[in-house]
């Protein structure tokens, strides 16, 4: 439990709550609800295993604060509590409600043991990687998607990870739970398109082949795109879109912006992580995927 107080809000409530909910409880020493509801929501922050993280403002010394946050809500009575996320006050409730209201109004934000614990291994998965440890990245992430199978950030991380690795066999069998949704989310159909050049590679012309062909003839759009699966599969990702701009700038809608749409593939593929920040801040883009979406943005635009 913290006690919030002017000095400490930012890094308390609004930077803390980006990783982990942040429960306020505001109440005051005269309010005899506040008294009641407040050893009930300590035991609930003790019943959620670092789920979700308590807090407490006492409306009377931190009245600037209380009095903002109230005004936001309209609400006029205290105890009054308010759910923060992602450095911003998302929710709250009035009142001393018992604690199986407490625990829907939770449920709503918190997530549950198994959420929990696969976000748990996929953040452990990303310091393992930023370590060079990849068998513990690729261990840590088999056991997010194992936890929670509708973790869909953990199984995008774990299927680009094998494929990474080269086992594609290993990433089709981790990518089957989720191959309808590539119509709809477009990191799974980026997966898609990858394993897909995997399977191209396997067995396509030879390298030299193709540069004939286009050397041949500029305008040799499946050449051209042939070409950039093949540097797909190798992952010379840079290289792939080069190929793919070169049909971009020549033809647009090609074969149904087949060249655009594995364009904007091989960027979702190539963008790391972004890292966590504090409300209001923007995380910085990766200069690799900047340059390749203003080169895509040029061409599309022009």
């Known amino acids: ?137 690729l261990e840590k992430l088999q056991h997010a998607v194992a936890t929670d199978p509708a973790n869909d950030d953990a199984r995008f991380d774990y299927v680009k990870l094998l494929l990474q690795q080269g086992r594609t066999d290993d990433a089709k069998v981790a990518f089957a739970p989720v191959i309808a949704k590539t119509a709809t989310v477009r990191r799974f159909d980026a997966l898609q398109r990858w394993m897909d050049a995997f399977d191209f590679a396997d067995t396509a012309p030879p390298m030299a082949e193709l540069d004939a062909k286009i050397t041949t003839n500029k305008r040799d759009f499946a050449a051209r795109f042939d070409r950039a699966r093949v540097l797909m599969a190798a992952q010379r990702f840079t290289d792939a879109m080069d190929e793919l701009l070169d049909i971009l700038m020549r033809d647009k809608a090609w074969n149904e912006e087949l060249a655009r749409k594995t364009y904007v593939a091989v960027l979702e593929i190539i963008e790391p992580p972004k890292p966590k920040v504090a409300d209001g801040q923007i995380p910085p883009d990766d200069p690799t995927v900047a340059t390749y979406r203003r080169r895509l943005s040029s061409v599309v635009l022009s």
């Not at 009930?40 to 010394?61: I, N, P, Q, S, T």
């Not at 600037?64 to 759910?83: E, N, Y």
């Open 1 to 137: 439990m913290i006690d919030i107080t002017l000095e400490n809000f930012q890094t308390e409530l609004i930077d803390g709550s980006m990783t982990t909910p942040v429960l306020l409880d505001i109440w005051a020493e005269w309010c005899g609800p506040c008294k009641q509801l407040g050893p009930v929501l300590e035991k609930l922050e003790v019943e959620y295993e670092g789920r979700f993280r308590l807090a407490k403002l006492d409306a009377d010394k931190v009245p600037q604060i209380s009095q903002q946050l109230s005004q936001m809500f309209g609400v006029r009575s205290i105890p009054f509590c308010v759910m923060f996320k992602g450095g911003q006050p998302v929710d709250g409730f009035v009142g001393a409600i018992p604690a199986e209201k407490i625990r829907e109004f939770l449920g709503k934000h918190v997530p549950d043991a198994d959420e929990a614990e696969a976000i748990e291994n996929e953040e452990a998965a990303q310091e393992a990687l930023a370590e060079g440890d990849t068998e513990g990245a």
